[in-house]
């Protein structure tokens, strides 16, 4: 089963045409990070813009890449929720106008369930079910993979993701937008032990996390240092902010597969990328003999083939959806609501 997949929920318009879930036949990623970046974050009326000049090229070149024309397809998949609602109508009415015009079946997918869905691409063995750490620009969970398309939040941030922590940290230090990415880079040979920074935790509640007070403390770290004249070093302070999410992430994660019982771990979303937290999930799992599964770097970040994946598995599942379908800018992962 071939599905053109389409996604637009924040800066990246991208394409691709994946098969049976698992196979990419092209995946085209059209990145508007250079348009951003002078503004030290994503301006939604720009990415609207940017992806409504975007789609139509980038969605004949995912055609063209995989040598299918809409006859060979048997759905058109698109990411409808969560984002920047401005971005993701692109995204959807695109997807709407060709389902009327190829009368293939409109696929709702869930941005989040997609992200998780880039670990079948890139571990063809995996199934659930299996828990996933879900870490991105907007969303840090803990979730609990039952099936393909049942999912149930077992933690989740209180208020900063752990994405936006790192990229105010990362701002806050000087360093341009993409601010985790450059985090990460910077840090790598950093000492996380040169700063102290505080451990955040949420009392009662063991699977959850709080970022806030951590990117607040990088922050006043920053400011005390100017006042008294004092050079940042930013490598050290990059490495102590990473590892202090990191440390929040793991511990947390652990702790649910514990008491869950599951031997399956999952990475996903843009944070997955870490360098350090990689290293530490994959510690703990070879320590503990679990398996872990993480998406290849490249299917990291946003992206329309894990979104073919998951309208794979929507799909299958008979979540197909009218012409009435409509854009959400946030939609809890384990609720389907249109
Ligand atoms: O999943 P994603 O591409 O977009 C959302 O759905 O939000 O995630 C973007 C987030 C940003 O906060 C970005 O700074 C972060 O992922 N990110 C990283 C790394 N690569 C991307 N954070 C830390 N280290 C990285 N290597
Ligand atoms: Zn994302």
Redesign the pocket.
Known sequence: MKILSIES??D?TAAAVVEDGRKVLSSVIASQVSEHIIYGGVVPEIASRMHAQAISGVVSKAMSDASVTYSDLDAIAVTYAP?LIGALLVGVNFAKGLSYSTGLPLVPVH??RS?IAANYITSPDLKPPFLCLV?????SHIVAVNDYTDFKIIGRTKDD????C??KA?RAMGLP?????????ISVDGNPDAYKLPHPHVDGCEYDFSFSGLKTAVVNVIHNAKQKGIEINVPDLGAAC?ETVADCLVKNTVKAAEEYGFDKIALA?????????RKRMNDICAEKGWQLYMPDLSL???NAAMVGAQGYYEFKNGNIAGLELNAYATMPIDEINR
């Open positions: 929920s924040c990246e984002g941005h989040l992200h870490v991105s620009g907007g969303h993701a752990a994405g936006e790192m990229d990362a937008y993409p601010g985790g990415v450059n985090l990460d880079k990473i979303g843009g944070v997955s990328a870490n360098s350090r937290l990291c970040g946003d």
